[in-house]
């Protein structure tokens, strides 16, 4: 019996499956040894040498393990095929007892049988130079996260925390907020003239006068174009028509998939994260078993293999027909900067269609594998080819242009066109179609039109962009991003303003207190630096321990400036005239980790503190125990909840609105739910009466 040790439990299943009898699979979970949670550990006097310990939730895993291990003939560690993968299989190896140089290590880019089979035949020993890139990643990480944390914490707010990337994106945010508070706009004008031919209308824009561009930049140079043209016929001075090809994007690598469910699914980098990870790993698809269904999810490459380039062309002939697959197969080039370990995010069947597999998915797993299984059909499929049409007019020396585009043939489009944003552009932009003109004709204006218009400041980043801009600039890695990302909300440096990220105070004065003493490495140009050396480490350039070294060498001298300077951006304490219920002295409005709240001004000897912004919203009814109000308060995650405002001697607390009314058949507390008034305790349900 050989024995293969995985990462995910949820792979077992499809693993065991192609696997046989003769192999037993072992999930770890994760991490078995790790640096520990609440300890330093790294001694930065003996070459930085990290102090791993076994995960206390892990000791009963690991005996477990051991004795599979004893038991079995042969032990492969298939982690997954990343740097942290290959980390864990170290660490794996570590507490089995096996020599890392032995060829124990398995890896697959996709959980088929046929690659799964072809890994058990071409095991390797553990790449130690992958191994030591993230070593040092951890290293430099906990170094940042540890010594410069506190300072933060002592200097801004309590329980703060600063990360080598994390605080990077969160300055990019902020330097984005400030552009769009700086930004000044200009205004300017449109013209357009409406014109018709067979009862065909179609719009002309301004573009030009005597061949110079104009845009005319207020209302007294809009006025000299209208006195021109009004009134006057418009002369078609020029007639182009052209054949232009559209090439299908690249299939997905982590960002841009991240990108594409954000903005055409509407899912948030964690929806997808998690989504994307149960379709790598394996689902339940009837009449099939526990099966996985895309590639792995963690690149940056653009590159495909050739058997599914083959498999893909081959299933676009039978769908479609010759003619929608290019003479030679599309290839991609990834960024200059990629790693360029696995292949692009792909489905692994493309006979495992999205139609096939709906009603075994849930909604967002259907919507996100549908995303995937298009794009890579797409990019490999012909251009689509387009007829062009723009067409010059004159009038008065003015000249005005329209464009017509017709879609000559679909190629990729037609199984991408739903999330194609050119045919989405070409549809909004160009809905009224040109007549059959010819030059030296002439036209009358139905209507001349103007339009006051002001430059518009960037655009707050999303979640979606933000990973995009990081990607450009060299911060993070595929498998960072969500993580990085997601912790700028869940403390409180960042909120939402629908999708678009907005910095808060809290954050703004982090970046301010950095930009002050730690501007020279919490950076984007030395951050992205620091990526390339952990590059460098992975390719063997690089020695981890002389990475680290250089980069704590600077960093402890910031730290000592920081700590030493009496420079502080504490918030200083507000008195209210509010009373404390435990002691009488009077409340203060402080600052903290999740924003303001009110202390007792009699502290330490009294602890009391309660939610601030209960006292600046109204009731939302009144309490259905003792009438009193009842106010919307806000959980350390950010979730409300409803609870009396005498919280001393009333008890009552509810995650749904209360009305303030008891309920007729069992007198306990009714809620609001939806469109319904229904009870917190029994089955009763009315639904809420609306006024027409």
Not at 304 to 314: E, G, L, T, W
Request: proline share 4%; net charge positive.
């Amino acid at each position: 019996m050989k024995l293969v040790v995985i990462e995910a439990p949820a792979k077992r299943d499809t693993l065991k499956k192609y696997l046989g009898d003769g192999y037993e699979v072992f999930a770890t979970k994760g991490h078995i040894r790790d640096l520990p949670a609440k300890a330093f550990a790294i001694d930065l006097t003996n070459n930085y040498e990290p102090h791993y310990e076994i995960n206390p939730d892990k000791k009963a895993l690991i005996e477990d393990l051991k004795k599979k291990a004893k038991r079995a003939d042969e032990v492969l560690i298939a982690t997954d095929p990343d740097r942290e993968g290959e980390a864990i299989s170290w660490h794996v190896a570590y507490v089995l007892g096996l020599d890392p140089k032995t060829k124990c290590r398995i890896q697959f880019n996709e959980i088929s049988k046929k690659a799964v089979l072809k890994a058990l035949t071409e095991p390797r020993t553990i790449d130690i130079n992958l191994v030591n890139a993230q070593q040092a990643r951890r290293v430099l990480d906990r170094i940042v996260g540890y010594k410069l944390s506190p300072i933060l914490s002592r200097k801004i707010a309590p329980k703060l925390s600063a990360g080598r990337v994390q605080s990077v994106a969160l300055k990019l945010v902020v330097d984005r907020e400030k552009e769009i508070e700086n930004f000044k706009p200009e205004e300017y004008w449109t013209v357009s003239a409406l014109h018709e031919k067979n009862k065909l209308k179609f719009k002309s824009n301004l573009t030009s006068f005597k061949e110079k561009k104009i845009k005319p930049a207020n209302r007294a140079e809009v006025d000299v174009v209208l006195s021109a043209v009004k009134g006057k016929n418009f002369e078609v001075v020029e007639i182009k028509k052209s054949r232009t090809k559209s090439h299908a994007q690249a299939p997905f690598t982590t960002s841009t998939m991240q990108q594409d469910a954000l903005n055409k699914l509407g899912m948030s980098l964690r929806k997808t994260t998690q989504s994307a990870q149960e379709l790598y790993e394996g689902v339940e698809v009837k009449g099939e078993g526990k099966i996985a269904l895309i590639t792995y999810i963690r690149t940056d490459s653009t590159r495909v293999s050739v058997d599914a380039q083959n498999a893909c062309r081959q299933f676009i002939v039978e769908k479609y027909g010759k003619d929608y697959v290019p003479e030679k197969p599309n290839i991609y080039a990834s960024k200059k900067n990629a790693q360029d370990a696995h292949e692009a995010i792909r489905p692994i069947n493309m006979q495992m269609t999205p139609e096939m597999v709906k009603d075994s998915l849930s909604k967002d797993n259907y919507r996100l594998y549908k995303l995937i299984y298009e794009r890579f059909m797409a990019s490999q499929m012909s251009e689509a080819e387009y007829s062009n049409v723009n067409v010059t007019l004159n009038c008065e020396g003015y000249e005005f242009k329209t464009v017509g585009k017709t879609l000559e043939f679909a190629g990729y489009t037609a199984v991408y066109k739903e999330f194609n944003d050119e045919e989405k552009d070409l549809n909004k932009n160009n809905s009224d179609k040109i007549p059959q003109l010819s030059e030296g004709e002439t036209l009358s204006a139905l209507e001349i039109k103007e339009e006051q218009k002001f430059t518009k400041p960037p655009a707050r980043f999303t979640e979606a962009s933000l990973v995009k801009a990081m990607e450009e600039k060299g911060i993070g890695r595929p498998a960072t991003y969500a993580a990085t990302i997601t912790i700028l909300t869940a403390r409180n440096y960042c909120s939402k303003d629908g999708k678009a990220l907005v910095p808060t105070e809290l954050g703004r004065k982090m970046v301010e207190y950095l930009e002050k003493f730690f501007n020279s490495v919490i950076n984007v140009k030395f951050t992205a630096h620091m990526e390339n050396r952990l590059d460098d480490i992975a390719e063997n350039k690089d020695e981890w321990h002389s990475v680290v070294d250089s980069f704590w060498n600077g960093f402890k001298d910031l730290l000592k400036n920081a700590d030493s300077s009496s420079l502080t951006m504490k918030s200083n304490p507000i008195e209210t005239d509010i009373l404390c219920e435990k002691c009488g002295h009077k409340m203060l409005i402080r600052e903290g980790r999740y924003g303001k709240f009110l202390g007792c001004s009699n502290f330490p000897k009294c602890r009391n503190v309660r939610p601030y912004e209960e006292h600046e919203k109204k009731s939302v009814s009144k309490c259905p125990l003792c009438g009193k109000d009842v106010y919307a308060l806000r959980t350390k995650r950010g979730k409300f909840f409803y609870a009396c405002e005498d919280r001393e001697h009333c008890n009552f607390m509810s995650w749904d609105i209360p009305t303030g009314e008891l309920c007729p058949k069992c007198k306990k507390p009714l809620v609001k739910r939806g469109k319904n008034v229904k009870c917190s305790e029994c089955d009763y349900v009315q639904p809420i009466e609306t006024k027409e």
